[in-house]
T-cell receptor, first 115, second 117 residues
Framework: EPEVTQTPSHQVTQMGQEVILRCVPI?????FYWYRQILGQKVEFLVS????????KSEIFDDQFSVERPDGSNFTLKIRSTKLEDSAMYFC?????????????FGPGTRLTVT | AQSVTQLDSHVSVSEGTPVLLRCNYS??????LFWYVQHPNKGLQLLLK??????LVKGINGFEAEFKKSETSFHLTKPSAHMSDAAEYFC???????????????FGKGTKLSVKP
């Protein structure tokens, strides 16, 4: 069964460093997402991406964040200068539906620890 | 605005007994509602979804949920808990109404289900 994959599973970085989190969505899907979950808090929407551009972004997704689909398979989230409060689990998701049931398929997540 | 409230942060049941995980929603539209499950160190897996068809929705692993508009509820149930059901469960609503454009998901805080032998 097709699935969303994410690498790395755990990333440790120092404050101020750049990190790139990688995702491979399900191959025929059209919409891609990043969500994050700070420990003990809700899963929160960060950004959605469709047709090679950002569809929507939340207030969390400030200028320090960017997303890219550099080739036909990868979808990346870059944080330019990490802060301690960026420590969280980051989930990638994808869906193939333009109009439909809206179910999103999630990857296993990348745990980002900023020290 | 759309939101979901999971009424219990932790539920503990004995193996073989029923499971009830409660969720209330708020939505300006005809909602799309989901339950996702997260096992330790695993991703979020879709259990079931409601998208304005039958109000009683059956999902994987014997779970089901009933959409009750009058109560704005979407509680998750299972007749008989299994040890493998121990996980965190999230009630989720799409921020768009069913039939509209592709939306983003809004998660509840989660309910941790423990199953005792």
């Amino acid at each position: 069964e097709p699935e969303v994959t994410q690498t790395p599973s755990h990333q440790v970085t120092q404050m101020g460093q750049e990190v790139i989190l990688r995702c491979v969505p399900i191959s025929n899907h059209l919409y891609f997402y990043w969500y994050r979950q700070i420990l003990g808090q809700k899963v929160e929407f960060l950004v959605s991406f469709y047709n090679n551009e950002i569809s929507e972004k939340s207030e969390i997704f400030d200028d320090q964040f960017s997303v890219e689909r550099p080739d036909g398979s990868n979808f990346t989230l870059k944080i330019r200068s990490t802060k301690l409060e960026d420590s969280a689990m980051y989930f990638c998701a994808s869906t193939g539906e333009a109009v439909g049931s809206y179910e999103q398929y999630f990857g296993p997540g990348t745990r980002l620890t900023v020290t | 605005a759309q939101s979901v409230t999971q009424l219990d942060s932790h539920v503990s049941v004995s193996e073989g007994t029923p499971v009830l995980l409660r969720c209330n929603y708020s939505s300006s539209y005809s909602p799309s509602l989901f339950w996702y499950v997260q096992h330790p160190n695993k991703g979020l897996q879709l259990l079931l979804k409601y998208t304005s068809a039958a109000t009683l929705v059956k999902g994987i692993n014997g779970f089901e949920a009933e959409f009750k508009k009058s109560e704005t509820s979407f509680h998750l149930t299972k007749p008989s808990a299994h040890m493998s059901d121990a996980a965190e469960y999230f009630c989720v609503v799409s921020d768009r109404g069913y039939g509209g454009s592709q939306g983003n998901l809004i998660f509840g805080k989660g309910t941790k289900l423990s199953v005792k032998p």
